[in-house]
């Protein structure tokens, strides 16, 4: 047997070993749940040194805070959320049946859909498989993890840490190459989630399709950043920066393109200039700097700026570097002018730290401009108006809208984290989480007493001569 036919092999063992498991024991109760939590909880921080230096290797440098503020704390803060509210979500739910049914009881019970599939990507490794991980486990499933090939460090610290706190009828850990990724797609899951690029989502989709597999996509997109008039320009920028430079804009959300009122065009780059300087002193020997995660990505975004470049944009790094600089993969921002829609980085998600600037001369230009763009998975509004507030939230579409602030959306464990369109389908994050993997399952009791023997045939008569009055009433 060769190496692929053998891991192909393996991959479906580890899925029948769950489905088998799933099938046999009886549902978990709120309490066994709870200690799956904990022990995730628990195997976490004992290996948060041990992530934080994988996460550095794979990248060739992380920020350790990065991994600690993106990667790690979210997650422990979702466990403890998840534990504290677990029984009250998986309370059945009554609901009414209507004076026609009566008498019955209606009741939904939230069931665990069974063997759930997450594909995991390279840029938040832990966050991103973990925080699917314990929506999946609250909701009751087992779980399969496809880790990104990207990030063999961390995958090996992440599959010591899931391999310590479950059994592999429990959470199994799958990794290799994209051969191996799209026969994990393929696998008939009860759901499965899928965090990564809007063209390989669409590949994910039609692979659960064949089965009829329920799927969660969370694809990003071109998330804009639209700056009003009269907000503070140093304020707008703060509040920027973070979302762009946190592990390199190397996140689904982060800002991938700015509005900005053309009159305020040279406050904005001065103010990014200034403002990234104070963050990132000496930056080509800065501990707190992240890299672009592989030559490859590097590759891409040098692609990127040579098309932007060639079609007439102009360039202005947030830093002094030289141009060899960017031969390394550790970037300052590239903050690019005179962007045109026919530019690769106006039409793809540039993930890392290329940041176009559109300028706009009225308001009602900047959100036609974002109404006639595919659906993004954020929406940054930077503006104290709240006439304008109120007309971004009602008229546009995204994931999540955010004002004046970037990213922090994500961290907030009561509230769903998800995108519409082409930013995704599909929630996960708290209550949202736990349903989204589980099935709502409609329970309708009836005692001796029925209205259906009245309204069957032979039709005829005044009751019936009632009925059909009080139906087309």
């Not at 503070?232 to 762009?244: C, H, S």
């Not at 570097?321 to 039409?347: C, E, H």
Request: glycine share 6%; hydrophobic share 45%; net charge neutral.
């Amino acid at each position: 047997m060769t190496d692929s036919a053998s891991a192909h092999s393996a991959l479906l063992d580890a899925f029948e070993l769950q489905r088998h498991s799933f099938m046999q024991q009886p549902p978990s109760t709120t309490q066994q749940r709870q200690q799956q939590l904990l022990a995730l909880k628990q195997q976490l921080l004992a290996h948060v040194t041990l992530l934080t230096e994988a996460l550095n290797l794979d990248y060739g440098q992380r920020a350790t805070y990065d991994s600690l503020w993106a990667d790690i704390q979210p997650v422990l803060s979702m466990i403890d959320y998840s534990r504290k509210r677990l029984r009250r979500w998986m309370q059945p739910s009554k609901r009414h049946t209507g004076l026609l049914l009566t008498p019955a009881k209606v009741s939904v019970h939230y069931q665990a859909k069974g063997v759930v599939g997450i594909i995991v990507p390279w840029n938040f490794p832990v966050m991103l498989a973990l925080g699917p991980l314990i929506s999946a486990l609250a909701a009751g499933n087992r779980v399969m993890l496809k880790l990104s090939e990207f990030t063999p460090a961390t995958n090996q610290v992440l599959g010591q840490l899931l391999q310590r706190a479950f059994s592999a009828e429990q959470v199994t850990v799958v990794e290799g190459d994209v051969t191996i990724a799209q026969a994990f797609a393929a696998l008939p899951f009860d759901h499965l989630l899928f965090t990564g690029a809007t063209s390989v989502g669409k590949q994910v989709m039609a692979a659960a399709a064949a089965n009829l597999t329920p799927v969660t996509l969370e694809l990003g997109g071109k998330s804009p950043v639209l700056i009003d008039e009269q907000l503070p320009m140093q304020l707008a920028v703060q509040r920027l920066l973070f979302g762009k430079t946190l592990n390199a804009g190397q996140i689904c959300v982060a800002p991938d393109y700015v509005l900005c009122p053309t009159a305020r065009l040279a406050d904005f780059i001065a103010q990014y200039q200034q403002q990234f300087v104070q963050h990132y002193p000496d930056f080509a020997n800065n501990a707190d700097v992240s890299f672009i995660v592989s030559e490859r990505h590097r590759q891409r975004l040098w692609a990127l700026l040579d098309d932007a470049l060639a079609l007439g944009a102009q360039c202005v790094s947030a830093c002094p570097i030289s141009p060899q600089q960017l031969d390394s993969r550790a970037w300052p921002t590239q903050l690019l002018t005179n962007v045109t829609d026919d530019m690769q980085v106006m039409q793809q998600e540039i993930f890392g730290p290329l940041l176009p600037i559109v300028t706009y001369d009225d308001i009602e230009q900047a959100l036609a401009y974002i109404k006639q763009r595919p659906r993004p998975l954020a929406l940054y509004l930077m503006s104290e108006q709240p006439a304008l507030q109120q007309r971004v939230m009602q008229h546009t579409h995204a994931g999540a809208l955010v004002i004046n602030e970037t990213l922090m959306h994500v961290a907030v464990d009561d509230a769903p984290f998800g995108g519409t369109g082409a930013s995704g389908m599909g929630h996960y994050h708290g209550i949202e989480g736990f349903k989204e993997f589980s099935h709502a399952k409609t329970v309708f009791k009836r005692g001796r007493l029925s209205p259906t023997q009245w309204i069957k045939p032979p039709y005829g008569g005044r009751l019936q001569t009632w009925l059909k009055r009080w139906i087309l009433r």
